[in-house]
């Protein structure tokens, strides 16, 4: 079983749509972060939440920490072909426990 | 500044054959971690050391696979003898302690066994 639900899978849409992209556990986690993965390189992170209901911003990307610090979304606004990348959400359970990493959502944003 | 690098890049091996995958993290990082990616299960965690020692192995997938950590530059995952299930990209990443600390990946080693 899947620590870390991601949904959905695989997103294809028109440049200038805006998304949102979902990160799901019945686990409640200290902090969770975002990665974006582009093809042929290793995850890079995008940001980490800590508080439940945190929102935090970067550019046109919004993430979300759910209140019961056991979800959280990515909203992208205006998106462009060079978000196109597989997105990744990872969890910590606490203390000085090692990320868990959910399969992704893999975005293709189409010029 | 140097991100993770590892090697091979990409390495196509025979069925039976030992693979030997390389990697030096990012100097002064004290945590090393080797993850592996496929399609079906994504990214899981093979194994990871704090200070050169390994602290949680659960995720070796079988006694085919062993890790080392010699020094704090430089670590080792060997797959004896490969199988073709074995195909994936092993990512080796390294970070500042571990909980909710930045982790930096490397490019990734794309093995296939044939």
């Known amino acids: 079983t899947q620590l870390l639900e991601q949904s959905p899978q695989f997103l294809s849409i028109q440049e200038g749509e805006n998304l949102t992209v979902y990160c799901n556990s019945s686990?409640?986690?200290?902090?969770l972060q975002w990665y974006r993965q582009e093809p042929g390189e290793g995850p890079v992170l995008l940001v980490t939440?800590?508080?439940?209901?945190e929102v935090k911003k970067l550019k046109r990307l919004t993430f979300q920490f759910g209140d019961a610090r056991k979800d959280s979304s990515l909203h992208i606004t205006a998106a462009q072909p060079g978000d196109t990348g597989l997105y990744l959400c990872?969890?910590?359970?606490?203390?000085?426990?090692?990320?868990?990493f959910g399969k992704g959502t893999r975005l293709s944003v189409i010029a | 500044d140097a991100g993770v690098i590892q090697s091979p890049r990409h390495e196509v091996t025979e069925m039976g054959q030992e693979v030997t995958l390389r990697c030096k993290p990012i100097?002064?990082?004290?945590?090393l971690f080797w993850y592996r990616q496929t399609m079906m299960r994504g990214l899981e965690l093979l194994i990871y050391?704090?200070?050169?020692?390994?602290?949680?192995d659960s995720g070796m997938p079988e006694d085919r696979f062993s890790a080392k950590m010699p020094n704090a530059s430089f670590s080792t995952l060997k797959i004896q003898p490969s199988e073709p299930r074995d195909s994936a990209v092993y990512f080796c990443?390294?970070?500042?302690?571990?909980?909710?600390?930045?982790?930096?990946f490397g490019e990734g080693s794309w093995l296939t066994v044939v």
């Open positions: 990443a390294s970070s500042l302690g571990t909980g909710r600390n930045t982790i930096y």
């Open positions: 686990s409640v986690f200290s902090s």
């Open positions: 939440v800590v508080t439940g209901g």
């Open positions: 050391f704090n200070n050169n020692v390994p602290i949680d």
């Open positions: 990872a969890g910590v359970r606490g203390g000085n426990t090692p990320l868990v």
């Open positions: 100097s002064g990082h004290n945590s």
